[in-house]
């Protein structure tokens, strides 16, 4: 089983930054790695997703405010999130699709902005 731990959530106010961590517990060199969101009575939506090429999805409402990242060496993620609006609070977990097409989840990150 894959352990993954998100790191990094918080309270902001509205139009501040806040860099998420997301750290496994195996290699990421081979997999799709995400970061996916959740607010109180909305379903889970994806933010921002990165492949084993480096190449990158975003959700519409993020693009060109949150950037995701990777290092395969330490099996780390990132979501650096600019420019931060009260839309954009939820809870937020990381993904990680693995070679068999298996999913595994975080515990979340709370992430709170404040207007």
């Known amino acids: 089983q894959v352990q993954l731990v998100e790191s990094g959530g918080g309270l902001v106010q509205a139009g501040g930054s806040l860099k998420l961590t997301c750290a496994a517990s195996e290699s990421i060199r081979f997999v799709n790695m995400g970061w996916y969101r959740q607010a109180p009575g909305e379903r889970r939506e994806l933010v921002a997703a990165v492949a084993p090429s480096g190449g990158t999805t975003y959700a519409d409402s993020v693009k060109g405010r949150f950037t995701i990242s990777r290092d395969n060496r330490n099996d780390m993620v990132f979501l650096q999130m600019n420019n931060l609006t009260p839309a954009d609070t939820a809870t937020y977990y990381c993904?990680?699709?693995?070679?068999?097409?298996?999913?595994?989840w975080g515990q979340g990150t709370q992430v709170t902005v404040s207007s």
């Open positions: 993904h990680l699709r693995n070679v068999r097409q298996l999913d595994f």
